[in-house]
């Protein structure tokens, strides 16, 4: 199973809207709604900001909103702020034998 | 509060062994499915392996890369996740964390702070 394709890095200025693209196959992402992306600061644990594609834990700024289209997933940051500079993975359910696969990651940087 | 603590990381020979804890509280351990995520330094989250509940059978699924070497188990009365790692390669060198994979939002939504594996000579 390979690992799902994301930009190495991504900017923005405070305010701005930024996306992050995670595309992967017909198997993983274009299969299944179960798309999840994890915020990563550095020397921190994974934070879990999306899940099934869209939808937002409890406690998740509503800045971070989740779509997808085929076998690409997107994670949108909008009213970019410092803090949501981080790295950003997605992860997709690939079946049952091997079930879960993660996206490369993203470097978010907040110029 | 839910926390996960792993312990049990440190320096190992490449062909040697290691067994990596996570103790589990806040929560219903004997009822969670639970995962171990790896991060090779300077790199990108990889899922190694999980455990399901023993009410939905206990069985466990491994990545490929791990398959074979390395064996995850649970002990619920000690509410205590484990990760036997075998045969290390170098390529096994990584942060391990341990995570809980909650049915509920098809992720995993708690992780615990990670315990760093160096197999080197």
């Known amino acids: 199973q390979s690992a799902l394709t994301q930009p190495a890095s991504v900017s923005g200025s405070p305010g701005q809207s930024i996306t992050i693209s995670c595309t992967g196959t017909?198997?993983?992402?274009?299969?299944?709604?179960?798309v999840s992306w994890y915020q990563q600061h550095p020397g921190k644990a994974p934070k879990l900001m999306i899940y099934?594609?869209?939808k937002r834990p409890s406690g998740v700024s509503n800045r971070f909103s989740g779509s997808k289209s085929g076998n690409t997933a997107s994670l949108t940051i909008s009213g970019l702020q410092a803090e949501d500079e981080a790295d950003y993975y997605c992860?997709?359910?690939?079946?049952?034998?091997?079930?879960?696969?993660f996206g490369g990651g993203t470097k978010l940087t907040v110029l | 509060e839910v926390q996960l603590v792993e312990s049990g990381g440190g320096l190992v020979k490449p062909g040697g062994s290691l067994r990596l804890s996570c103790a589990a509280s806040?929560?219903?351990?004997?009822?969670?499915?639970m995962s171990w995520v790896r991060q090779a330094p300077g790199k990108g989250l990889e899922w190694v392996g999980r455990?399901?509940?023993?009410?939905?059978?206990?069985?466990?699924d491994y990545a490929a890369p791990v398959k074979g070497r390395f064996t995850i188990s649970r002990d619920d009365s000690k509410n205590t996740l484990y990760l036997q790692m075998n045969s290390l390669k170098t390529e096994d060198t990584a942060v391990y964390y341990c995570?809980?994979?909650?049915?509920?939002?098809?992720?995993?939504?708690?992780w615990g702070q990670g315990t760093l594996v160096t197999v080197s000579s």
């Open positions: 455990i399901k509940s023993k009410t939905d059978g206990g069985t466990t």
């Open positions: 806040g929560f219903t351990f004997s009822n969670a499915w």
């Open positions: 099934e594609v869209s």
């Open positions: 017909s198997s993983d992402v274009g299969s299944y709604n179960l």
């Open positions: 995570s809980r994979e909650a049915i509920a939002v098809a992720g995993f939504d708690y």
């Open positions: 992860c997709s359910y690939a079946g049952s034998s091997t079930p879960w696969v």
